[in-house]
């Protein structure tokens, strides 16, 4: 029996705990192979910007555009007549 079988609170401690150890290993591993592979800082930072870019395009976290921001602000506006 684990610790997360026999105590239910300090078995999702313990595995919160565990899936964010291994995050941070795959992290790790992938900043490991992706130094490597890219030969100076700055080649690394536009790759890992890349990837970050392509991240937010796929989880839909994009920014609203900023035309899009002023139309709604200006039609929210009191119009004097």
Same mark, same amino acid.
């Given at each position: 029996?684990?610790?997360?079988?026999?105590?239910? @609170?300090?078995?999702?401690?313990?595995?919160?705990?565990?899936?964010?150890?291994?995050?941070?290993?795959?992290?790790?591993?992938?900043?490991?192979?992706?130094?490597?592979?890219?030969?100076?800082?700055?080649?690394?930072?536009?790759?890992?910007?890349?990837?970050?870019?392509?991240?937010? @395009? @796929?989880?839909?976290?994009?920014?609203?555009?900023?035309?899009?921001?002023?139309?709604?602000?200006?039609?929210?506006?009191?119009?004097?007549?």
């Amino acid at each position: 029996m684990t610790m997360a079988q026999s105590d239910g @609170r300090a078995g999702s401690r313990n595995e919160v705990l565990c899936l964010a150890a291994g995050v941070a290993d795959v992290v790790a591993e992938g900043l490991r192979v992706l130094t490597r592979r890219m030969p100076g800082p700055a080649e690394v930072r536009q790759e890992l910007r890349a990837r970050g870019e392509l991240a937010l @395009r @796929r989880s839909g976290a994009a920014p609203e555009a900023h035309m899009e921001v002023l139309a709604r602000q200006a039609a929210a506006r009191p119009h004097d007549g």
